[in-house]
Structures are given as C-alpha cells and as structure tokens.
C-alpha cells in the first residue's frame, strides 16, 4: 500500500478494466456527514504525568525476546514465546525506522502502552536512486531498522521485517536483460537468478552484520519474530501480464524444460495439448509460451484445459521452490532463526487461484494477506491521499459482513497473520475495527491483524495532511493512517480482549480438503473468499462477492475458523450444521462458542464472554443489551463499547474493568454533502457523499450517550480518563442490587472502573 513518506505510487494494469469490472452497486448511505454537531475535540497530552490508570505495557515482557526465538505452536497454528507460553500479537506496521532516536523511543513506549507487541517494518533495502548496482544496499534503510529493532525491543514489542518490494526502482545497473530504467519488478524474483543473487546480497548486509545498537546481529535477534521474504507479488496475480519480453521468453524456456521433465518429448507434450498451441511456442526447441494470467481465470476444455493447467502447475511450482531456496538461505546461510513468511498477497481469481497462493506459500512457517476495507472513494489521487472534491461512500461491515478482512480460510499447521489492514479513511465507520477485529480474531484464530500505519510521528499524529498541497481551499488528507481516535484510539480494551484470550476459538466449521490436481485444473472449492480490492492496482472501486455459485455459506466465516488442507482427500471434506448458526430470515449469525453474535439486518454486533462483554454498532436500532453481566442502554446513532477485565477476572469478579467509548469522530471543519456518482469505470452509480472541506486538527467525536451497567458488587467508582489514560474526574455512578449503574461521559474515550 502507499507509504506516505513515499511519492505517489505508479502502478501497472491499465489493461485490466474489464477484466476486473465490477456491478455491485452500493445501497443508500446509512448517515449524514458530518457528525451531528454535539461533539468534543479529541487532545493528546503534551505532558504525560508520572502514574497512569490505563497502561498496557505490563503485558509486554521486560525486552522482547527474553525467553528465546517466537516458535510455532505444537499443531502449527499459532505462535507460542520461546518459553512454549501461547503469544497473541497485537500489531501494526510502522515508519518508526525513518524516526529520529529520541522520537523512536517515545514511538515504542507509546504503542506498547497502548497494547501493541509487534510491528511491522515495511521497507526498501534495495539500492536507491540511479546508478546503484544489483549488489549494493540502502544503507540509511538498514541502519533505521536497526535502530528501530533495539528501540521495539527495550518495550517487549517484536519485529516483522518486510525488506523487498517490486514496484519501481532504477535498475539501470542491474543487469537484468530487458529492464532499465526506472521500472517495476514484477514476478521476476520467483525466477529470476541475478535478481534473486541481488536479494540474497540485501538481506545478508541486514542479517549478518552486528547491529551497532544492540550488539548483536540480526539474524540471532531474538526480538526479530517473523521475517517476510517480500511483499504484495506473486506468479497468480494480473502483474505477470506486465513482464518485459526477454524476461517472459526466458520464463517461456523454463516453463519448457519444466514440461519436457513431465512428458518426455515435445510431441508427447503436443499430443496431450492435443492443438492448444500458441505462436510463440517452439517446443522442439524448449519454448513453451506463456499464456496471459486472464485464460487462467477461465474455464477451458480439451487441450486448452490440460495446457492451462500444465502451465498452473508450472507457476505453482516455480514460486513454491523459490520459496523453499530462499527459507533454505535464511536458515542455513544466514543462521537466521527466525520465522518465515513468504508472501502477503491476492490473486487475479480468488475461487481458482487463491488456494494455489496459498499453497506455494506454506513452504515458508506463517502464512499471510493484505486486506483492507471501507467505501469507495474516487478522485484524482484517490489512492493516497482525501481530497476535497472527492467522492467517498460510508459502508460499515456490520451490515456488510463479507467484507471483513479476517474472513479468511486457513491453510492447516501455520498461523495465519494480516500483515496489513485497515478501515480506509475516508470511512466513517471506523469504531467498529478493533472490536471486531479482536471478537473474530478470537473467534477463528487468526494469528494477528497490523494496522496500517502509524509511526509518521511519535505519537498520535497531529497534523495528518499533505500541507504542501491546497485544493478547492483544504489540504489533502493522508488515507493510510491508523492513527486516528477511532482506530488506535479504541487499541487499549481491543488489545486486552484478544491478547488475554477473553474470547474462545472456536472449533472449525468447514474443514476442506483439496487435491493438487483439482488445483492446477482449477475446480471450484466447496468456500471461497471474496474478492478484495486494492485502489492502487486494482481498476474498478470495490472488491465485489464471490462468483462461486454453489458450496458453502461465505457467512461461515463469522460462525468460526474456516480451514483447509492442501494435497488431502475432497471426501475428507466436511462442514458443521450452519443452519444452526447462520439465520438469514433474522440476518443473524451466532458464533458456535455462542459467544458472539452478529445481526448483519441492523448492524450490531455483541460479545458476551466472561471477562469482555459489549456491543458495537447502529446501537440505537435496540437501545438496550442485556448480556450475562452487562446490561448497555445507547440512543448512540453508532457507537462500540466494550468492557474488558484488567485483572484477567470474569467481569462479575473483576476488581478492575476497562469501559472503552467510541464512536464517529471527522477533522474540526469536515464538509461533505450527499451526492451520487459514477464509478471510475462509469458502470456503476454510488449513492455517497461529495467532500467540500477536509478540515484540519484535531479530531471531532460526536458525543457518547450511553449507560452502562456491571453486575459486580465489588465495584463503586468510576474514572473518567483521557486520551494518555490519566485521570480527569469521576463518571456518575450508582451502586443497586449489587450492580454498578454508570453513566458514560461524552467527551471520553476511556472509563475505569474499581
């Protein structure tokens, strides 16, 4: 995704419009902009005070890495610390590595007192500029990371690292036939030599050296936790299309000595072919052309269908062994010890390509994806920053639960982590991601969620506008921030609830299991996810539903872990009774822990389990949640609250419980009025609103209106804190029949009660 400190992102696939076109049309948008007019001024302490009632840090280890190497769990699926304890990872990726020291120390104390334990450096080791030749690094790059890895470190908070990316560089030393100039990558690192030759130099400079802030190198940097061999590529996605000529025909005479390993002879690979043939090949000489990734999206019969699933395999195996090599590099050349992460990335055709993604990546320990979601946006410029006189829907996942990034399918044996995510900017309905993001990440197991991005300042960002630019009287505002009050501002109770595991996982749903064959030949599998969107190379605005047309309920992803074996049985193959838990007639689904429920009709969702219990959503359309030892009153238009135990406690025992408030929250002076538009395609019409004014700092929060009530007859005061967590006065409170009536405050994103 754009990196702010970056210049705008050139992307390829212009090529791909109708490929991609999608029909679905937004319905009407469910609020006005901006918030109602009762609302606070969002303010970060200058001054932070010497005792604070809402600091996480202590649930972080004195340095991170202290017991040894973060390890696999026994069945593979989860993380454990590397004294065997579970570790849950609550994340984001950070530009801290581009802070200076001091800023960088202050960065690493403030996410850990917010909950974080990992973050996620995405970054450009590679040479920079003109004239760098294949071999050489970006220094400045490696000594930033360094740095950041010792500062993380003394906060108990792990390092993902994410060292390579293939959009463009100045190649023009590099000496790879056909690329020069400044130019993408794409595709070329899976096979590739001198490119791989260039890698395997990069990431030894930041591996093997002694890091000169630490001492030790990085390879046995026990805080480094995951290592990601490179981001956002990969042989099944649209940028193949893209390959420079001489880098296709050079792929084209692997593919043929591939195929003359399988048949034998040229005219055994004509005869099973039986005429698929292409201008470009020349089997008797080892060519076999590469068809565009497009035919591999669709169906084909006869010789066509066993060509395109030949050439499946091919890319399939290709990447995979790549994978394989370089893991092998990291360990065994590198001595790192580290887990490995292959790849982050989506395909051109989620039903028929996703789990083949996926497959090449379990070669590597964790399995990972970017997924991102929120409204359309149109607009020059749309794909980094918020202009005035852009276009934008609000679309909240609680009514639209397919769209929410952790539904995922689980490849067996290795955690699964979303390297990047985000409810996008300009998206109103932010309050509801990190409840849910904790709730369903508990729920299916999904190892971690980092939100992207913060690390611009040290802080909560106080000026997050592009000021340099001024259009139609406002300045541009970043898109890719989570350092907004609705997002980073609602960590703390978020935090608590996934990381102490408040919230059961649940027993699998749907367990598929997919032969390789049906996999080259690209058969339907029984689920499949929708399709994500990514504005930068993606044409179209929305990522759009799934084109499976039979198999299973998508909505099983939010009864409970959704997992898949690659290289099994299909007859293995099995699925819970969804008719239990999914209720399309009250558009309801019920987790099979029971403990969450969400009524995808209204917009609610609920989480009822010992220690965390709440409610997030359109909370007016009911008013009152009666939980097991809550009971929440809201005439909030939207709102999440959530309760969570500070003392690992069920709330009825608790001696101290987290009341977290959020809601709407838009820059002092936002503008939009309600407007439709047409899709950047022109094929679809959005029923949204047009920006008149970006605004500027700081935040407004539309006003809390809410109670709440504890079921706990140890409790008798509430504190209000705020946004540093220190304390700034009592809630009303009043105690009866051994509960706790609060009143929440409505300038307040935090109350503590004791």
Same mark, same amino acid.
């Given at each position: 995704?754009?990196n702010?400190?970056?210049?705008p992102?050139r992307?390829?696939c212009?090529?791909?419009?109708?490929?991609?076109?999608?029909?679905t049309?937004?319905g009407?948008?469910?609020?006005?902009?901006p918030?109602?007019a009762?609302?606070w001024?969002?303010?970060y302490?200058?001054?932070?005070?010497?005792?604070?009632?809402?600091?996480l840090?202590?649930?972080?280890?004195?340095?991170?890495?202290?017991?040894?190497?973060v390890?696999?769990?026994?069945d593979?699926r989860?993380?454990?610390l590397?004294?065997?304890?579970?570790?849950?990872?609550?994340s984001?990726?950070t530009d801290?590595?581009?802070?200076k020291?001091?800023?960088m120390?202050?960065?690493?104390r403030?996410?850990?007192?917010?909950?974080?334990n990992m973050?996620?450096l995405?970054?450009?080791?590679a040479?920079?500029g003109p004239?760098?030749?294949?071999?050489?690094?970006?220094?400045?790059?490696?000594d930033?990371?360094?740095?950041?890895?010792?500062?993380?470190k003394?906060?108990?908070?792990?390092?993902?690292?994410s060292?390579y990316w293939?959009?463009?560089?100045?190649v023009?030393?590099?000496g790879?036939?056909?690329?020069?100039?400044n130019?993408?990558?794409w595709?070329l690192?899976?096979?590739?030599?001198k490119?791989?030759?260039?890698y395997?130099?990069?990431v030894?400079?930041?591996?093997?050296?002694p890091?000169?802030?630490?001492?030790v190198?990085?390879?046995?940097e026990?805080?480094?936790a995951?290592?990601?061999v490179q981001n956002?590529?990969g042989m099944?996605?649209?940028?193949m299309?893209?390959?420079?000529?001489?880098?296709k025909?050079?792929l084209g005479l692997?593919?043929?000595?591939?195929?003359k390993a399988?048949?034998?002879?040229?005219?055994a690979i004509?005869?099973?072919?039986?005429g698929?043939?292409?201008?470009?090949?020349?089997?008797n000489?080892?060519m076999?052309?590469?068809?565009?990734?497009?035919v591999?999206?669709?169906p084909q019969t006869?010789?066509?269908?066993?060509?395109?699933?030949?050439?499946?395999?091919?890319f399939?195996?290709?990447?995979?062994k790549?994978?394989?090599?370089?893991a092998?590099y990291?360990h065994?050349d590198?001595?790192?010890?580290?887990?490995?992460?292959?790849s982050?990335?989506?395909?051109?055709?989620?039903v028929h390509?996703?789990?083949?993604e996926?497959?090449?990546n379990?070669?590597?320990?964790?399995?990972?994806?970017?997924?991102y979601t929120?409204?359309?946006?149109?607009?020059?410029?749309?794909g980094?920053?918020?202009?005035?006189?852009h276009h934008f829907?609000?679309?909240s996942?609680?009514?639209?639960?397919?769209?929410?990034?952790? #539904?995922l399918?689980?490849?067996?044996?290795h955690p699964?982590?979303?390297?990047?995510?985000?409810?996008?900017?300009?998206?109103?309905?932010q309050?509801?991601?990190?409840?849910?993001?904790?709730?369903?990440?508990?729920?299916?197991g999904?190892?971690?969620l980092?939100?992207f991005?913060?690390?611009?300042?040290?802080?909560y960002?106080p000026?997050?506008y592009?000021n340099f630019?001024t259009?139609q009287?406002?300045?541009?505002?970043?898109?890719?921030t989570?350092s907004?009050?609705?997002?980073?501002?609602?960590?703390?109770?978020?935090?608590?609830?996934?990381r102490?595991?408040?919230?059961k996982?649940?027993?699998?749903?749907?367990?598929?299991?997919?032969s390789l064959?049906?996999?080259?030949?690209?058969k339907?599998?029984i689920l499949?996810?929708?399709k *994500?969107?990514?504005?930068?190379?993606?044409?179209?605005?929305?990522?759009?539903?799934?084109?499976?047309?039979?198999?299973?309920?998508?909505l099983?992803?939010?009864?409970g872990?959704?997992?898949?074996?690659?290289?099994?049985?299909?007859?293995n193959?099995?699925t819970?009774d969804?008719s239990?838990?999914i209720?399309?007639?009250?558009?309801?689904?019920t987790s099979?822990?029971g403990e969450?429920k969400l009524?995808?009709?209204s917009?609610?969702?609920?989480?009822?389990?010992?220690?965390?219990?709440?409610?997030?959503?359109?909370?007016?359309?009911?008013?009152?949640?009666?939980l097991?030892?809550?009971i929440?009153?809201?005439t909030?238009?939207?709102?999440?609250i959530?309760c969570?135990?500070?003392?690992e406690?069920?709330?009825?025992?608790?001696?101290?419980?987290?009341i977290?408030? *959020?809601?709407?929250?838009?820059?002092t002076?936002?503008s939009?009025?309600?407007?439709?538009f047409?899709?950047d395609?022109?094929k679809?019409?959005?029923?949204?609103f047009?920006?008149l004014?970006?605004?500027?700092?700081?935040?407004?929060?539309?006003?809390?209106?809410?109670?709440?009530t504890?079921? #706990?007859?140890?409790?008798?005061?509430?504190?209000?804190?705020?946004?540093?967590?220190y304390?700034?006065?009592?809630?009303?409170a009043?105690?009866?029949g051994g509960?706790?009536?609060?009143?929440l405050?409505? #300038?307040?994103?935090?109350?503590?009660?004791?």
């Amino acid at each position: 995704m754009y990196n702010r400190t970056s210049a705008p992102l050139r992307f390829v696939c212009t090529a791909l419009v109708a490929a991609l076109a999608c029909s679905t049309a937004f319905g009407p948008a469910k609020a006005q902009e901006p918030p109602s007019a009762d609302t606070w001024a969002f303010q970060y302490p200058a001054q932070l005070q010497a005792n604070c009632l809402l600091n996480l840090r202590y649930l972080n280890e004195k340095t991170a890495g202290e017991s040894g190497f973060v390890r696999l769990s026994a069945d593979g699926r989860s993380f454990v610390l590397g004294n065997g304890k579970p570790l849950r990872l609550w994340s984001v990726v950070t530009d801290a590595y581009r802070l200076k020291p001091e800023e960088m120390a202050v960065h690493a104390r403030f996410l850990a007192k917010l909950g974080v334990n990992m973050v996620r450096l995405h970054t450009q080791i590679a040479p920079p500029g003109p004239g760098g030749a294949l071999t050489d690094v970006n220094t400045k790059e490696i000594d930033g990371i360094w740095r950041c890895v010792a500062a993380m470190k003394k906060e108990g908070i792990y390092c993902t690292l994410s060292p390579y990316w293939a959009t463009a560089k100045d190649v023009t030393r590099w000496g790879i036939d056909g690329y020069t100039g400044n130019t993408d990558l794409w595709g070329l690192l899976f096979f590739n030599e001198k490119l791989q030759q260039g890698y395997k130099a990069w990431v030894k400079e930041l591996y093997s050296k002694p890091n000169p802030y630490t001492g030790v190198p990085l390879s046995r940097e026990a805080a480094v936790a995951l290592i990601q061999v490179q981001n956002e590529d990969g042989m099944f996605f649209w940028t193949m299309q893209g390959l420079h000529p001489q880098q296709k025909a050079a792929l084209g005479l692997k593919f043929g000595t591939w195929l003359k390993a399988k048949y034998g002879s040229a005219d055994a690979i004509k005869a099973s072919w039986q005429g698929a043939s292409n201008e470009k090949d020349d089997l008797n000489n080892g060519m076999a052309a590469i068809l565009d990734t497009w035919v591999l999206t669709q169906p084909q019969t006869g010789g066509m269908a066993k060509r395109t699933a030949d050439q499946t395999q091919f890319f399939a195996a290709t990447q995979r062994k790549f994978y394989v090599d370089i893991a092998d590099y990291y360990h065994k050349d590198l001595g790192c010890k580290q887990l490995i992460n292959a790849s982050n990335w989506i395909t051109a055709d989620p039903v028929h390509l996703n789990d083949l993604e996926r497959y090449t990546n379990t070669a590597c320990d964790v399995l990972a994806v970017n997924r991102y979601t929120g409204g359309v946006h149109t607009g020059e410029n749309n794909g980094w920053r918020i202009d005035a006189g852009h276009h934008f829907t609000n679309s909240s996942c609680l009514l639209d639960p397919r769209s929410l990034p952790f #539904n995922l399918k689980q490849p067996v044996g290795h955690p699964m982590v979303i390297t990047e995510s985000d409810w996008v900017s300009p998206e109103g309905y932010q309050s509801e991601a990190t409840f849910l993001a904790a709730v369903y990440q508990s729920l299916t197991g999904v190892s971690s969620l980092y939100w992207f991005a913060a690390g611009g300042t040290p802080q909560y960002d106080p000026d997050p506008y592009f000021n340099f630019l001024t259009i139609q009287g406002s300045h541009p505002l970043n898109k890719w921030t989570c350092s907004t009050p609705m997002i980073m501002g609602s960590f703390p109770a978020a935090a608590l609830v996934y990381r102490l595991g408040y919230v059961k996982q649940g027993e699998p749903v749907v367990h598929e299991e997919r032969s390789l064959q049906d996999m080259w030949e690209r058969k339907d599998p029984i689920l499949a996810e929708d399709k *994500t969107f990514d504005p930068n190379r993606n044409t179209g605005n929305t990522g759009g539903k799934s084109i499976l047309q039979k198999g299973v309920d998508p909505l099983a992803f939010l009864a409970g872990p959704v997992e898949v074996k690659y290289g099994g049985n299909p007859a293995n193959s099995r699925t819970e009774d969804l008719s239990r838990l999914i209720d399309p007639a009250k558009s309801l689904v019920t987790s099979i822990t029971g403990e969450v429920k969400l009524d995808y009709g209204s917009g609610i969702c609920t989480v009822d389990a010992p220690a965390a219990q709440g409610a997030c959503g359109f909370l007016a359309k009911k008013g009152q949640f009666a939980l097991t030892n809550v009971i929440i009153q809201s005439t909030d238009e939207y709102a999440s609250i959530l309760c969570a135990s500070m003392d690992e406690k069920a709330l009825s025992a608790s001696k101290k419980v987290l009341i977290q408030i *959020t809601t709407r929250a838009r820059p002092t002076g936002w503008s939009a009025k309600q407007a439709d538009f047409k899709s950047d395609d022109g094929k679809q019409t959005f029923h949204g609103f047009e920006i008149l004014n970006t605004g500027s700092m700081p935040w407004r929060i539309s006003a809390c209106n809410a109670t709440v009530t504890l079921k #706990n007859p140890g409790l008798s005061r509430a504190y209000i804190l705020d946004a540093a967590g220190y304390v700034i006065g009592e809630a009303e409170a009043v105690k009866a029949g051994g509960s706790l009536k609060v009143k929440l405050p409505p #300038n307040a994103l935090y109350v503590v009660v004791e």
